[in-house]
C-alpha cells in the first residue's frame, strides 16, 4: 500500500504544476489550506455527499486523472451534489485553483501563482442578458444603467480591475458574482468589460 501511495503522488503531482501554470490570476489572498479549512473541509473531511476525503489519495488520483483543469473547472461551476465555488460565491478562481491543488497533492503542492484553464463558456454580452441587465437595465438599488456614462464615468476612475473585483466579492446590494455562483472570474470581466463598452468607455484593465 505504501509503493502505491508514493507512485500515485508522483504521478498527480507533475500533472498538478503543468495544470497550475496556465491562464492569468486575479488578486486573491487565501492559501489553498485556508480555503480548504474554513470551506472544502466541511464536506471533503468526513466524504459527505460523496465528496472525496482529505487525504484519500486513491479518491484525488481517479479524479485528478480527467486532468487538473477539468477537476478546478467543476469546482468552480459545481458538480452533483456540490455547490458553484464550494457554496461560497465571494472565493476567487485562483483560491478554488488552489484548495484544489492542495487536496489532490494532499497539501505538498505550493500555492499556484496564476489559475488553472477553464473553459470560458458564455460571453461577456450573455452573462449581462442572463443576469446583470436584472439591475442595470433599470439602475435597480443603485446599479449603475447600462448605457449612462454619467453612472460609469466615477466608477472608471481606477480602470476596470477593481470594477471586476467588486463583481466577484460583491458590493452593497450586488452579491457575489452577481447572485450566480457558477459564473468564472473570466466570465465576470466579460461582463464588466461588455458593460463599459456600453458606455462609450474603454474597458480596459490597469
Known sequence: MKKMKIAVSGILLPILALALSSAPALAAD?????????VCAACHTTGK????????????AERAAKGLDKLTQNAIT???????????????????????????SGGKAADAKKVAKTAKSRTGEQVVK?????CHSSGKQGAPKLGDMNDWKPRLQNGVDPLVKSAINGHNSMPARGGLANLSDAEMKAAVEFMVSKTGGVAASK
Not at 30 to 38: A, H, L, M, Y
Not at 92 to 99: F, I, Q, V
Not at 130 to 134: D, I, M, S
Open 78 to 104: 459545481g458538480v452533483r451534489n456540490m455547490p458553484a465555488h464550494g457554496g461560497q460565491a465571494a472565493l476567487t478562481d485562483l483560491e478554488m485553483t488552489r484548495a484544489v491543488g492542495y487536496m489532490v
Open 49 to 60: 455527499d460523496g465528496a472525496p476525503k482529505i487525504g484519500d489519495q486513491s479518491a484525488w
Open 30 to 38: 487565501r492559501s489553498g489550506k485556508e480555503v480548504v479549512d474554513t
Open 130 to 134: 442572463e443576469r446583470c441587465q436584472e
